[in-house]
């Protein structure tokens, strides 16, 4: 069974920047696309970004695209969202998640959607104050 631990969240300014990371252990990390997905108790689980099983391929909303990274380091088991320029519709909690289906051998790249991943972290509060 596939475990994910998220953290890195916290409370940041406007404008400021946080680097979240996703510990992954118990299955085969290298071969998984990873997302990373966040949700507020007004809306269902959103996309943000998503990286192929070796980390060739990224992929983001397009609220994020370009002050959003995503990164893996297979050697680590991790996974790493950078997040720059933070505003206040960044806030909510932010989950990653790991796609067994999508890997070396898979025709798609990644999903973006949540239903198309099968393990998730527990998630980790990201609060950006104006």
């Known amino acids: 069974q596939v475990q994910l631990v998220e953290s890195g969240g916290g409370l940041v300014q406007a404008g400021g920047s946080l680097r979240l990371s996703c510990a992954a252990s118990g299955g085969t990390f290298s071969r998984y696309a990873m997302g990373w997905f966040r949700q507020t108790p007004e809306n269902d689980r959103e996309f943000v970004a998503a990286i192929n099983w070796s980390g060739s391929r990224t992929f983001y909303a397009d609220t994020v695209e370009g002050r959003f990274t995503i990164s893996r380091d297979n050697a680590k088991n991790t996974v790493y969202l950078q997040m720059n320029s933070l505003d206040s519709g960044d806030t909510a909690v932010y989950y990653c998640?790991?796609?067994?289906?999508?890997?070396?051998?898979?025709?798609?790249?990644?999903?973006?959607?949540?239903?198309?991943?099968?393990?998730w972290g527990q998630g980790t509060q990201v609060t950006v104050s104006s």
């Open positions: 998640a790991a796609d067994r289906h999508r890997g070396p051998d898979s025709t798609v790249i990644v999903t973006t959607v949540a239903i198309g991943y099968q393990y």
